[in-house]
């Protein structure tokens, strides 16, 4: 992973996250506190704002300073969670650099396991996790049998995150805001899920992009 990738991925998130912005705060106001995608979107303009600073950064130092740079400027519970993902990650590739599919399979599931190590949440219990944990168990899937990700494997990822999406509106909560509603939550999407649904969805459609 070079820190071009890193920088052009931030960018895709970014776009695709204001795109979607009356999607994700109409689910965050149905069973949210209603300041999920304020939050979103204030750590991905962030991010992004922070090209100048992390072009000449190698991979883990980049991924330090991103992952630093959302945990101050997320608040509510969300901050923490991505925080963890970048930082994660950002320790893995300071001690192996990735050149393989395998390799960055591996490194996605070191940021993800940061995130559910603090998050402490499963599959099942109607958070980001139902889309996190599917999509990287499919990517090392991937990795076993391909060599590169090519335009079937990408549209299987999308799939995979958009199952583990739609997933959590038959889902009873059991963690984050949404775990006080009982209930009432079943026939909501998780908006944590589908932010995290947008973000895949939009590297993906970036390495489309490239791969023509």
Known sequence: M????????????NSAILSHEADIEGLDRDIGDGDHYINIKR???AAAAMRPELENLTPDAALQKIGMKVLSSIGGASGPLVASFFLEMAKAIKLKE??????????????????????KAQVGEKTMMDVLIPVSTLLTQLASTHSELDADA????????EKGMLATRDMLATKGRAAGLGERAIGHIDP???SCQ???????????GQAH
């Open 2 to 13: 070079k820190t071009d990738f890193i920088l052009a991925a931030i960018d895709a998130v």
């Open 43 to 45: 750590g991905c303009a």
């Open 98 to 119: 990735p050149i393989s599919l395998a390799d960055h399979a591996a490194l996605f599931a070191t940021g993800v396991a940061g995130i559910q190590h603090r998050g």
């Open 154 to 161: 990408i549209h299987a990822i999308k799939a995979e995150a």
């Open 192 to 194: 944590g899920a589908k």
């Open 198 to 208: 947008v973000m895949i969805h939009a590297v993906c459609d970036m390495l489309l």
